[in-house]
């Protein structure tokens, strides 16, 4: 089954400690990308990579890191969390940065609580 | 950048009525315009989508609308079903090397 994998769905952290959300897709997509979700914000994007090395900030970039050594994965990084990173995260992978026809494959989602 | 707004934030309607969620553009070189609803407890997920070059496009239920000289577009959904209620998302982006931009979302209700 076509799909992206995100590890944890549920986590609950202490400032400062650092941490890993995992992500991983099957479809041999170029471009995989970050999204926070928030109330009242939408979706935001965090970093997004449109090949293996390759990768670049988004719109709320502050706090976090990413790194793309294979094509499948796309970790997100959060050195020092801190409580306004709270929220609800999204990995998302598709043909192009448009998602072309098929529009992007989102992960189940990541509910982060720093306190 | 794109800056995309939505309206409105909740929306509720009767089972088998119309739903219409609507959403602006800012910038006028956007030209492609995909919407994704968002089930409970899962990721968004595509469902339809407008280039700009049509006005118009249809699917089954659901439809979407763009006028480019008033940068904006709508996602219509007829004959409302229960299955119909998700948060809905507007997204666009400019034919640059620009990112899309989503929408801040509709929570979309539909009562029995």
């Known amino acids: 089954e076509a799909q992206v994998t995100q590890n944890p769905r549920y986590l609950i952290t202490v400032t400062g400690k650092k941490l890993t959300v995992t992500c991983s897709q099957n479809?041999?997509?170029?471009?995989m990308s970050w999204y926070r979700q928030d109330p009242g914000l939408g979706l935001r994007q965090i970093y997004y990579?449109?090949?293996?090395?390759?990768?670049d900030k988004g719109d709320v970039p502050e706090g976090y890191k990413v790194s793309r050594k294979e094509k499948r994965n796309f970790p997100l990084i959060l050195e020092s969390p801190s409580p306004n990173q709270t929220s609800l995260y999204f990995c998302?992978?598709?043909?192009?940065?448009?998602?072309?026809?098929?529009?992007?494959?989102f992960g189940s989602g990541t509910r982060l609580t720093v306190v | 950048g794109e800056n995309v707004e939505q309206h409105p934030s909740t929306l509720s309607v009767q089972e088998g009525d119309s739903a219409v969620i609507k959403c602006t553009y800012s910038d006028s070189a956007s030209n492609y315009f995909p919407w994704y609803k968002q089930e409970l407890g899962k990721g968004p997920q595509l469902i339809i989508d407008i280039r700009s070059n049509v006005g118009e496009k249809k699917d089954q239920r659901i439809a979407v609308t763009l006028n480019k000289t008033a940068k904006h577009f709508s996602l219509h959904i007829t004959e409302t079903q229960p299955e119909d209620s998700a948060v809905y998302f507007c997204?666009?982006?400019?034919?640059?090397?620009?990112?899309?931009?989503f929408g801040s979302g509709t929570q979309l209700t539909v009562l029995p």
């Open positions: 998302a992978s598709s043909l192009s940065r448009t998602g072309g026809g098929e529009g992007y494959t």
């Open positions: 997204a666009a982006i400019p034919g640059s090397a620009r990112q899309l931009t």
């Open positions: 990579s449109m090949n293996v090395e390759v990768t």
């Open positions: 479809m041999n997509h170029e471009y």
